[in-house]
């Protein structure tokens, strides 16, 4: 190559025309060089400009032109694919970018990128911003507000967005608890209360949920609607206040003078509600479905739709059923009153509208009338008992010993199960019989005890119809059978003059009894009832429906005026006699 040479003076331009054929400069020094030239970087010797070939403070803020890339991987520390730019300030009242770090091309042409913004007088007034995807994401503005969003934040976290999601806020851990920690001062004062604060469009204030700060409700979580109208609160021991500020319980639902306090539960088919109100509790479903009371997972009782109460039954079939299954034991409704106050009382009280009947009927599975204890009509303060079939008695026991009972015959027992029959059997007992008689059975002692106390007089009287026709009498030392014979009782009374005639007729005999072969002295009745028919009861041979016999009795007091007569015709002839021998 040919060798070229040419001499450079001060204030000379380097052009092609001066360098030699390769066009290089292999000896140029500072002062050669305009301070306003532009040398290419091929047109040094080896295409590169490094700090050695640079002196310092030779390149100065104005040397680099206003729109000039540093590529990030020539920073210290090594920035990356990261640039770094400046941008000039447009005019001194104008906002630019001071600094901007940024990925793809250019700044807000891709990628991410954060921005210093600032002014001709600084950065003062003006904060930062974070892009992502071309658009501005979030910004830090001057006074420390955080926008999401939102290039002019309100409060301090302040996102915005459209859609449901679009303002969303979001705290999530992978590994451990995650909270949000919202914090007042010092707790002293209302004022120093912390609070979520919930707005509407017009961002006027429509509810919170915060914490009260001041030392008389300390701890207290509050939830307001209604432009901060507190409506339920959790204090600091747990109690939940609906509409209170100063729950007493768990749950403490309230409302201020005769107002309705609801509290329902529901589902797309039933609903229960609790309600106080103007001097009343209610405790009430809204749909056609039953209310059910449990205890241990098990349900105990129930009031169907109807207003029926089953306690251990599902389906009460009353207004008041109570069940039990269980082997050998009892199933009990019990009313007990354990106060010793004179006048306590435990009842059981039954009503209804005269003339209906109302009491307590007995069942068998349910369905077979087994017993009625009831009032009905007709009955103007008594009582009904009524077994379930006619074939059933009516027991009456004092514990398990039964004492009394009414037969299916409608015979009262007393002492036994079962009817009397003298007739036959051994049975001891008292009954009144339905047939309007009474039958006393005992064996080795008194049956019949009959008293009058401290004055003599009837202790038995005997009537026929309305007229009484005997009695039994008792003094001090003697007892009377008596018969009626009151002079006002008679008429047409005459001497009796057959008494030795009629005395002459009788046939008395001895015999002995068939029963025990005892020796017996009388009359046969049928044979006494020819002569003297007052004396005799009954009919020679008579039978029942049942063909037993019926026997016939005598009555002897019937013979005593035939014998005073006959003594009085034997004494008449005695004394006739004695005359004639004087």
């Not at 940024?102 to 921005?115: C, E, K, S, Y």
């Not at 949920?209 to 209604?226: C, M, Q, S, V």
């Not at 006619?390 to 009972?405: N, W």
């Not at 009555?555 to 005026?561: H, I, Y």
Request: charged letters at 15%; one cysteine or more.
């Amino acid at each position: 190559m040919a060798s070229y040479s040419y001499t450079f003076t001060s204030g000379d331009s380097v052009t092609p025309t001066k360098l030699n054929a390769a066009r290089t400069v292999s000896e140029i020094v500072n002062a050669d060089i305009s301070a306003t030239a532009d040398i290419a970087g091929s047109k040094l010797a080896d295409g590169t400009v490094t700090s050695a070939k640079i002196a310092d403070g030779t390149i100065v803020n104005a040397d680099v032109n206003a729109s000039a890339a540093i590529s990030g991987t020539k920073i210290a520390p090594n920035f990356g694919s990261q640039t770094v730019v400046t941008s000039a300030v447009a005019s001194a009242a104008s906002t630019a970018t001071h600094l901007a770090v940024f990925t793809g091309t250019a700044f807000n042409t891709g990628g991410a990128a954060i921005a210093l913004r600032g002014s001709a007088t600084g950065f003062n007034n003006h904060g930062m911003e974070f892009y992502a995807g071309d658009s501005e994401r979030m910004r830090i503005d001057a006074s420390g507000n955080v926008g999401i969003g939102t290039s002019s934040p309100s409060y301090k976290i302040h996102s915005s967005g459209s859609g449901f999601n679009g303002g969303k806020v979001g705290v999530e851990s992978t590994d451990s608890a995650t909270s949000i920690d919202i914090k007042g001062v010092n707790g002293a004062a209302v004022n120093d209360s912390a609070f979520i604060t919930f707005r509407d469009g017009t961002d006027a204030r429509n509810a919170f949920i915060g914490l009260t700060g001041d030392n008389a409700t300390a701890g207290a979580l509050r939830f307001a609607t209604g432009n901060n109208t507190e409506r339920l609160r959790i204090d600091a021991s747990g109690n939940v206040g609906i509409g209170t500020s100063s729950p007493a319980t768990k749950v403490d639902a309230f409302s201020s003078g005769s107002a309705s306090t609801i509290i329902q539960t529901r589902n797309d088919t039933t609903s229960v509600y609790l309600d106080a109100n103007n001097g009343y509790s209610y405790l009430n479903t809204f749909t056609n479905h039953p209310m059910l009371f449990g205890t241990n997972n098990t349900e105990r009782l129930r009031i169907d739709a109807s207003g029926n109460v089953g306690i251990g039954t599902s389906s009460p079939s009353e207004k008041l059923t109570v069940s039990g299954t269980t082997a050998g034991g009892q199933v009990i409704a019990k009313v007990q009153n354990l106060s010793s106050a004179s006048g306590s009382q435990a009842r059981f009280d039954m009503a209804t509208g005269s003339p209906n009947v109302f009491g307590l009927l007995f069942l068998q599975n349910d369905a077979s009338p087994y017993g009625e204890l009831s009032h009905g009509s007709g009955l103007t303060g008594g009582m009904l008992f009524t077994s379930g079939t006619t074939s059933a008695p009516i027991v009456f026991r004092q514990g398990a010993s039964e004492r009394m009972r009414i037969s299916s015959t409608g015979n009262l027992l007393v002492g036994t199960t079962s009817d009397l029959s003298f007739s036959s059997g051994s049975t001891d007992g008292a009954a009144v019989n339905a047939v309007n008689s009474i039958a006393v059975s005992r064996d080795g002692a008194n049956c019949l005890f009959l008293r009058r106390r401290n004055t003599d007089g009837n202790v038995v009287e005997f009537f026929r119809s309305n007229s009484i026709i005997g009695s039994i009498s008792t003094t001090a030392t003697a007892t009377a059978y008596n018969t009626s014979s009151d002079y006002r009782l008679k008429e047409n009374a005459t001497a009796l003059t057959t008494g030795l005639a009629t005395i002459s007729q009788l046939n008395p005999v001895e015999f002995s009894w068939k029963l025990d072969g005892s020796l017996g002295r009388g009359f046969i009745a049928h044979e006494l009832q020819a002569v003297v028919p007052e004396a005799v009861n009954g009919a020679k041979d008579a039978v029942d429906a049942d063909g037993n016999p019926q026997y016939q009795g005598v009555d002897a007091s019937k013979l005593v005026p035939y014998l005073v007569a006959a003594v009085q015709e034997l004494s008449a002839k005695v004394a006739a006699l004695e005359e004639e021998a004087e």
